[in-house]
């Protein structure tokens, strides 16, 4: 393989912060692929016209914008993959069977692993159990989140994701329970083998969705001490308020020091949900230099776009990387 495994290279070069890529499903919305449907942005990877005809519009839009993010300077990328767990694909699209839902995701991760080369890294991107339900920016898990069966959830997405050597490293999105990243982090070697990161969803207040203080998370990964799963690597925050993340990403790291971390916040942009229109940060209080100097003083080994961020922002923050590494 012609990648250094990223514990290695994060290990070895502990000045080295890579740059993520930015907000695929909304940067392939901004491409004119409709993604407003249960499955979101797999939507393109479920018609078979996608696979058989390689002239076929969507997939020109999704190889371009791997394109655009990679001559931004992006040097670790993602599958499209947030809303592509086994339950949501089995109850909205005619994929049904366990053997046809490995068969997609195979197909997504070779696909995308062209589209981005040997080089480059790439993440097997797992969104979190509220995006089935549509609650990950509120965390509300209902009356007894304890309960859920998290790994029955996640199980076919991770038995794939495993066990495909394309994929460097698995992340798991937007987690705003604490019961989800209580779940995920219980599961040892036979259940996430590969090296992972958790994102959390955090409230421009600071704390997790849910209202866990970020020393409340930090908690759980002590008192898991020597216990953990050592192929956590990195915890961070994503698709969490532009102006507020810099401070977030900081009570974290004052919570876990010896962490490391990734940020890659949104744009900052609020949905308007009546007019279902982006309304623009109007009070954007810094410049991707300023936050992404923040992030770097916080730990920040991972950085990069989420929500309504562009190839231009991926630009802007690989500008930030050279100059503060
Ligand atoms: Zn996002």
């Known amino acids: 393989m012609a990648r250094i495994p990223l514990k290695q290279l994060l290990a070895d070069d502990p000045k080295k912060v890579l740059v993520l890529d930015g907000g695929q499903g909304t940067e392939l919305e901004n491409r004119g692929i409709k993604v407003a449907n249960p499955v979101w942005s ?9 696979w058989s005809d390689e002239s076929s519009a969507n997939r020109k839009i999704v190889e371009e914008m791997f394109n655009d993010f990679l001559a931004a300077g992006a040097e670790i ?15 909205n699209t005619p994929i049904k069977t366990l053997a046809a839902y490995d068969n997609l995701l195979t197909r ?63 992340g798991f ?76 990403l900081e ?22 949900t009546e007019k279902k229109i982006w309304l623009p940060n109007s009070d954007k209080l810094n410049s991707w230099d300023t936050v992404v100097k923040q992030y770097i003083g916080s730990g920040a080994r991972i950085i990069g776009g989420c929500c309504r961020t562009t190839p231009k922002d991926i630009q802007e923050i690989s500008a930030a990387v050279k100059k503060y590494t």
């Open 173 to 248: 999105e937007t987690i705003p329970n604490i019961h989800e990243l209580k779940a995920i982090l219980s599961w040892d070697e036979s259940i996430l083998s590969k090296p992972f990161y958790i994102g959390l969803s955090v409230h421009e207040h600071g704390v997790l969705r849910d209202g866990t203080t970020m020393e409340g998370v930090a908690k759980v990964i002590k008192d898991l001490g020597d216990k953990i799963n050592p192929n956590f690597l990195l915890l961070g925050i994503n698709c969490v308020s532009f102006n507020q993340s810099p401070d977030i």
């Open 251 to 272: 009570s974290l790291h004052r919570a876990l020091p010896n962490m490391p971390l990734l940020a890659y916040p949104n744009s900052g942009e609020v949905y308007d």
């Open 108 to 170: 997504i991760v070779d696909f995308s692993r062209d589209c981005i080369g040997e080089e480059k890294h790439l993440i097997g991107c797992i969104g979190p159990w509220g995006a089935h339900v549509c609650c990950e920016f509120t965390g509300d898990y209902g009356p007894n989140p304890e309960s859920i069966d998290f790994y029955q959830y996640f199980k076919p997405q991770l038995d794939n994701f495993n066990r495909n050597e394309k994929l460097d490293l698995l």
């Open 42 to 50: 797999t939507i393109p990877f479920i018609s078979e016209s996608f």
């Open 77 to 91: 990328l993602m599958t499209i993959t947030y809303q592509t767990s086994f339950k949501s694909v089995s109850e």
